[in-house]
């Protein structure tokens, strides 16, 4: 219940029309994945990567479905925070060789544009939707493995990572799904310059000193730290993440004068929330707030 209608007495079914929450609140705690492995508890969405015996590529049913679930959880309740990963030792090696690449040669220009498009919506999905996405990097992050990686908030990465944006050379750009848009932001021109020109791999210890991974772990804790994370992010104002997430996106684009008056809008938003209301009475008490992500 949402802090206006613990004050007006009114019900969510009473104050607003079932097809509207119908349309902008649903639940995916039992989503039913076809393509990957799916769990969710406690608010925290955990998507696997699921070809451990190719090291987890992917296919154009999987970048579709990926692309579909991301969607969707922009309107989802019962999830807050995600976790992506890889099973076995690896977290994705790109696009399957023989059933992405092979095929990908045999089309035509308006076939292709459809492909890449579809593959740059899912960076969209991922960047669109309010959870903070944290990617859990172990072994090969290879082409777009290593765009997802790169298009989560926040990512934990083992030593033996090696994260390469290959593109170059199977005769690509290095300007893929958003790439020489989101790298050099993450790591800065330079390095982003030298890592798609040369496609080289980024390894773990290197990627953590770049600022392209937040932390470097031990290979068997990196799943129970990415979700320890992802726990202490549900734990907190939910709702005010979203609204950071949001502006971090959008403010590249902005001028700082735009920025700060979006952030001021923003906030004052977050003011209205029972959160807000929730810190400040705990503090009052001296008691550690109970955020309940409204």
Known sequence: MTTAEQG???????????TLVAGNRQSLAGYAASHFRWHCEGGVATITLDRPERKNPLTFASYAELRDLFGRLKHAGDVHAVV???????????????EIIGPLVRLTAPELLMFTRMTGDL??????????????????CAGAGAIIAMASDLRLATARSRTSFLFNRV?????????CAMLPRIVGQGRASELLYTGRPLGGPEGERWGFFNRIVAPEVLLAEALAM????????????????????QEWSMTIEQAIEAEAQAQAICMMTGDFRRAYEAFVAKQRPKFEGH
């Open 230 to 249: 992802a726990r202490e992010l549900v734990a907190g104002p939910t709702f005010a993440n979203g609204i950071t997430k949001t502006m971090l996106h």
């Open 84 to 98: 992506i990963a890889g099973a076995g030792d690896n977290f994705c090696s790109g696009g399957d060789v023989h």
């Open 123 to 140: 960076v969209k999905a991922m960047r669109g939707c309010p959870q903070p996405v944290i990617a859990a990097v172990d072994g090969v």
């Open 8 to 18: 007006t007495g009114a019900t969510g079914a009473e104050r607003v029309d079932p």
């Open 171 to 179: 005769g690509l750009a290095g300007c893929d799904m958003g790439a």
